[in-house]
């Protein structure tokens, strides 16, 4: 019997075809869209406000996140981790000095180091194997480090602890980072506000189904309640009172 070739079967998959137009493997685009969820996601539970993500490769980079007042790295705008340190390292106290006066530029790198490393934790957390180190987050984490760090031992000691932070803030969120890279691979593109909503939505069915199980889990415990209050209805009168005589003699 011969097969009639439907239309659709002619039809090139469109993913496919664009993901050889980027020459990138189906593995790769989705090892990329979870390494990027887990940025965004750790953007927001540490508080920024993000401006979007994509997994579409750009200048110098695979996959983007970008924080909302994101301005795109430029010869007259400086906003590498390099351009960071060297700025602030002429700042930072010297031996002796009182350090609590830069408790904020210490925050707010090792804030900035979590961020960078996310993405190598979601990879972790959602793909076998081990991932390999992100070049230019790591690179970027150094650069940062090196503001505080004062020997390769240091950095490498650090960078190892916030590869484990990093990790831990995002476990309780693999869901989340799971439905977002879907999301991510499909769109290519997303905005803040889409970002948002995506976490809104399942956090929201995550909270519904603990309740509905809480609820069920209440209503056994009253019919198991109900069960042993009916097999433990008290004596007849009659019998407590010839219960009480026989003790009585």
């Known amino acids: 019997m011969s097969h009639k070739i439907t239309d659709r079967e002619t039809e090139p998959d469109e993913y496919i075809t664009m ?32 401006g979007g993500a ?10 983007l996140v970008w924080r909302e007042r994101y301005v795109p790295a430029s010869p007259e705008v400086r906003g590498d981790a390099s351009d960071v340190r060297e700025c602030f390292s002429p700042l930072m106290p010297k031996a002796g000095e009182d350090h609590s006066a830069f408790a904020d530029i210490y925050g ?18 959602l793909i076998d194997g081990e991932p390999a180190w992100p070049a230019d987050d790591l690179r970027q984490a150094r650069e940062l480090a090196l503001l505080f760090c004062k020997s390769e031992q240091a950095i490498e000691t650090f960078i190892a602890h916030c590869d484990v932070a990093a990790r831990d803030l995002l476990m309780p969120y693999g869901d989340v980072v799971m439905v977002l890279s879907t999301v991510l691979r499909t769109k290519r593109t997303l905005n803040g506000r889409e970002i948002d909503q995506i976490i809104l939505e399942v956090e929201t069915r995550k909270a519904m189904a603990i309740e509905h199980q809480r609820r069920a889990e209440w209503r056994k415990s009253e019919l198991e309640a109900a069960r042993f ?12 009172r010839t219960i009480s005589h026989d003790q009585a003699s």
Do not use: K, Q
């Open 19 to 50: 993901l050889a137009s980027l020459g990138r493997t189906e593995e790769r685009d989705h090892r990329l869209a979870v390494h990027e969820a887990g940025h965004a996601v750790c953007a927001r539970l540490l508080g920024h406000a993000l």
């Open 54 to 63: 994509t997994v579409d490769p750009g200048p110098g980079y695979g996959g």
């Open 108 to 125: 707010n790198t090792y804030i900035r180091i979590l961020e960078l490393l996310s993405g190598r934790a979601a990879e972790r957390m």
């Open 229 to 240: 209050r009916a097999e433990c209805e008290p004596f007849p009168a009659a019998r407590l």
